[in-house]
Each structure stands twice: as structure tokens, then as C-alpha cells.
């Protein structure tokens, strides 16, 4: 019964993967919500419903995939395990609204998954070593995906909600500002997952703009950001030497005598902008680097 698969309790998601031989696999960073009201509260902050479509990545054993199809959204979940994937498709059978998609959401085509709907909402639990290069590659590549809900490490969330002067502040912080705006909107003990993890997790949630938040073109300003935030607390005119010149400082507003996480997304238009008024360019790498390549994101 569906009541019975989204309650599933501690003992009884052990019982279900020792009865298919498995076991939580440390490389796909496994950690499964085991503790039935934090799957209702997490598909509660979703605010989801019928007519709307849902990607869940890392579905796991399935609870959080069955209390999104209580909500009557359509739901297609993602799993990398070969293992689990056999597990999943007979835990949401009973709803016809879940399609299991088996892959690597690091790699996956993504033209097929989301071709159901022009409009979607990310709902998961991502495993931790994987969640800020997804998020950054989400925001970056699938602007069919206006809203996330992310369940992450507790400093990852920090860091994608973090503003200019905060302790969490990063490149990563700058990307996600461009893209869209983020807030932390609810804390997860250690205690609701198997196994549990040493850490606290937290709940962020995403939502893309209608457009970027400044004018500068993404990937010249990503170029230059990366390089900016390489050498940590390194002043600018340093870091940035042979890509951004004094005069490009000064006719942007900016500091050279600044640090990278002490920049605001709107300092860092200006300097690409700037730069690129003046005919200047990142080098081939860096540009490519800037569209790409998010794992230092």
C-alpha cells in the first residue's frame, strides 16, 4: 500500500535492502531518509501538486518518491544504482504518475527525462559529493528547471545561499546569484537517515530567474571569476593579472586590491564588462573553463 511505502521505518528499509542484498554503497554517497515525517515535510515544502512535474535525483529506496506522488505531481526519479533500481521500480509500481529513469544524473541526457513538460521542479536528496557541480550544472544547462529543493550538507546550502561578507561565501554563491535566488528553509538531523551521516544536512531552495542578474554574458564572466576566487584571498589585481587590467578596475568601480569573496555579483559584471568594452578576453581555457567545468563551483 502506498501508506505503507512512504512509512517505511529504519528496521523496515534495512529489512527491505538485506532482503535484496544490498546495502548503502559509500561511492554513490547512500544516505536514505528513513524517518516517514521528513519525507512528508519535505514534499510539503515543495509545494507541488497535480499538473506539475518533479525530477527526483537519487531516489534511493523510494520515500521521498511516493510522498511526491501523493501530491499528484508527476514525478520521474533518478537512480544511479544498478542494484537499488529493481528495488525502486517495485516500490513505486503501484503509482502509475513515477517513471524511473536508470543513470548517472552527472552525466545524463537530459533532452529525454524532461521532454514530459517546459516546466520542472528538482526535488532530492543529493548525495553529498556530487551536489554542488549538479546544482551548478543544473542552473548552468536545464532552464526547463525553474525551482529546486535540495536537501544537502549543512555548509553546501550555506554556501549556495551565502551573500558577499559571509563566512560561507564562495564562487559557487556567485553562480547560484546569478541564476537564481536561494534560502535555506529547513535543517535535517543526521538521526533520520541510514546509514547516519556525520554531519547535519539542510534544506535550500532554489528558484531560477526570468533572466540573469546582471548584464555580463555568462561565460566571460565565469572565465574571469574562476580565476579570480583560484588563489583564495589573493587581492584581484593579482590574481586577475593578464586577463583584467588597472584600467578595467577603474572603470568598473572595482577595488584591485580586493579579494574575490569580497566582490558582489554586480562588481563582478562590471569587471567583465568592462574588460570586454576594452577588447579584452580570458584565454581559450578560461572561457571554456567558465561554460563548462563546474567542479571547483
Same mark, same amino acid.
Given at each position: 500500500r502506498l501508506d505503507h511505502l512512504v512509512s517505511r521505518t529504519r528496521s523496515q528499509s534495512a529489512e527491505l535492502l538485506a532482503r535484496h542484498g544490498r546495502a548503502p554503497r559509500r561511492m554513490f554517497g547512500q544516505n536514505f531518509v528513513v524517518e516517514p515525517e521528513t519525507v512528508r515535510r519535505i514534499a510539503l515544502l515543495a509545494r507541488v501538486g497535480r499538473g506539475d512535474h518533479v525530477l527526483e535525483i537519487g531516489a534511493g529506496l523510494g520515500a521521498l518518491t511516493m510522498a511526491l506522488a501523493e501530491t499528484g505531481a508527476d514525478v520521474a526519479a533518478v537512480e544511479i544504482d544498478d542494484g537499488l533500481v529493481a528495488v525502486l521500480r517495485e516500490n513505486v509500481a503501484p503509482h502509475h504518475d513515477v517513471r524511473v529513469v536508470h543513470g548517472d544524473a552527472v552525466r545524463l541526457d537530459w533532452d529525454a527525462p524532461l521532454a514530459a513538460a517546459p516546466s520542472w521542479t528538482v526535488v532530492a536528496n543529493l548525495p553529498y559529493n556530487v551536489?554542488?557541480?549538479?546544482?551548478?550544472?543544473?542552473?548552468?544547462?536545464?532552464?526547463?528547471?525553474?525551482?529546486?529543493?535540495?536537501?544537502?550538507?549543512?555548509?553546501?546550502?550555506? /554556501?549556495? !545561499?551565502?551573500?558577499?561578507?559571509?563566512? $560561507?561565501?564562495?564562487?559557487? %554563491?556567485?553562480? &547560484?546569484?546569478?541564476?537564481?535566488? *536561494?534560502?535555506?528553509?529547513?535543517?535535517?538531523?543526521?538521526?533520520?537517515?541510514?546509514?547516519?551521516?556525520?554531519?547535519?544536512?539542510?534544506?535550500?531552495?532554489?528558484?531560477?530567474?526570468?533572466?540573469?542578474?546582471?548584464?555580463?554574458?555568462?561565460?566571460?564572466?565565469?572565465?574571469?571569476?574562476?580565476?579570480?576566487?583560484?588563489?583564495?584571498?589573493?587581492?584581484? /589585481?593579482? !590574481?586577475?593579472?593578464?586577463?583584467?587590467? $588597472?584600467?578595467?578596475?577603474? %572603470?568598473?568601480? &572595482?577595488?584591485?586590491?580586493?579579494? *574575490?569573496?569580497?566582490?558582489?555579483?554586480?562588481?563582478?559584471?562590471?569587471?567583465?564588462?568592462?574588460q570586454q568594452d576594452r577588447g579584452g578576453a580570458a584565454s581559450d581555457e578560461h572561457r571554456k573553463n567558465g561554460s563548462k567545468e563546474n567542479e571547483s563551483l
Open positions: 551536489a554542488t557541480p549538479l546544482v551548478a550544472d543544473i542552473l548552468d544547462e536545464l532552464p526547463k528547471v525553474r525551482r529546486l529543493l535540495v536537501m544537502v550538507q549543512k555548509e553546501v546550502a550555506q /554556501r549556495f !545561499a551565502a551573500k558577499p561578507g559571509d563566512e $560561507a561565501f564562495g564562487a559557487v %554563491s556567485v553562480k &547560484v546569484d546569478y541564476w537564481a535566488t *536561494a534560502r535555506i528553509v529547513g535543517e535535517v538531523s543526521p538521526a533520520v537517515f541510514l546509514p547516519r551521516p556525520r554531519v547535519a544536512s539542510s534544506l535550500v531552495e532554489i528558484i531560477r530567474r526570468d533572466k540573469p542578474a546582471v548584464d555580463a554574458p555568462f561565460a566571460p564572466m565565469f572565465a574571469i571569476l574562476r580565476q579570480g576566487f583560484a588563489p583564495r584571498r589573493k587581492m584581484l /589585481r593579482r !590574481a586577475l593579472d593578464g586577463v583584467v587590467t $588597472a584600467e578595467d578596475f577603474t %572603470s568598473a568601480g &572595482v577595488n584591485p586590491e580586493s579579494r *574575490a569573496e569580497q566582490l558582489t555579483l554586480a562588481e563582478w559584471s562590471r569587471l567583465t564588462l568592462a
